[in-house]
């Protein structure tokens, strides 16, 4: 606890200095505007960005991406308010409660509150960063091949799961056409070459950078520029400073949807939206004024962004700690910080303490950059929402291409990008989800050198995979989350709970 404590100061003392704030500043409302234009998400800021990073500091670099993360989901909500369209897929709940509050004449107000819950709501999910990531850290260290295995098909199956609630068997093969991508090129044990069909340029693999700026960059391109453009719900803002009475009024809501949201954050792939989701209907189930929710409900507004927000900081605790990301935008964090000399993983409390508690602090300190701009610069920001996506979406489009080819130099890079996002637009299109693909491209070498050394080590036996005891849990886990899909399960334990008859 001491040690704790120790590295934290030291940590903070790592940023006190103005070049750090600087760097907040500028890349919370670079954040902030990628989030509130439709189509420009987290996970492509936060990929275009790690491109123009590539030759600061480390600690500099991850600051400027994690600042640009948390600019992005608070950013969504400003088109989720005024256009009933999320600026990122994190937002899609606040659209239930907010453009209803702003067609009242109440914008002001909405987004007012938006910006103080998801403020709150990141403190909340920092406060567990602190305490947990160190923890599970010493916890993972007893983690073996076997463990690692299974821990990478439980995180496709449980983000194919929560993030295609219709069809959980679409958001699964999402995930493991993600996994089988992973496995082209030179395998990581002794690098022989697989899938590559003669290709010289595949034995390096598919990069992460570009396939996820082609999946989460070019395909929203293409996807925004085919959907109809919206309109503004209102062009006047009233009051954006929320009332104290309000806050107080919903503080068990805004506790709950915190610890909902960062703990929802920490399940491998799930990631903001999922948070905003299941805070959203907890408050609604919680409330006392139900019938208002989805009609302007001020309670439904806070539940969401405290919940979307707080799972930000959920999801860059297993990425430091496990080095398998909560959520998309973790995902691309992750690849960052791998390509950047970061080390995250078991071993990172013991190489890097430092560094965990730096993390903390740089997520703190963009959720004081994200207020200042969200409450002061509400009537300026307003302007962006109405530049012309004609106009907006050739310049993210050039973006996109030119950030993966300037890490490497290489040509094929771009074929890459283009690849998939024309992919990621034709799944989108089919209603595949795209987190269970990025979190299959990430985690694939981790299954792969995992499955292999594990029966090395086991000489070719699999019952280790079965009988130890952490990797017991995450089979059985996984193994109850697929027959928890299958309808005919579903059915019968609604009927079970009576929640047929509701």
Sequence with gaps: MLDGIVHLFAAFETFANFGTLFNVAWATLVGIIIGALPGLTATMGVALLTTLTYKMAPEQAILVLISCYVGAIYGGSRSAILLNIPGTPANAATTLDGFPLARAGRAGEAMGLATTSSAIGT????????????????????????????????????????????DAMKGWIAGFIGLFVAMIGQEGIHAEERFTFGWSELSGGIALIPALVGTFGVAEILTVMRNRAAEMATGVVDHVIPRLSDLWKYKRTVVRSGVIGTAVGIIPGVGEDIGAWISYAAARRASKEKDQFGKGSKEGLCAAETGNNAAIPGAIIPALTLAVPGSAPAAVLLAAMLIHGMRPGPMIMIESPDFVFQVVWMVVLATIAMAVFGIALTRPLLKILRVPRERLMPVVFVLCIIGPYAITLRLFDIYVTLFFGVLGFILREMKYPMAPLVLGLILGDILDKSLRRALVLADGDFTPFFTRPISAILWVTTALVIVAAIPGVQRGFARLMGWDKA
């Design 123 to 166: 403190l909340i999910g920092v406060l567990f960063l602190a305490i947990i990531a160190p923890a599970l850290a010493e916890v993972a260290l007893g983690f073996q091949s076997y463990e690692y295995f299974w821990l990478a098909i439980f995180g496709i199956v449980i983000a194919g799961q929560m993030c295609s609630f219709e």
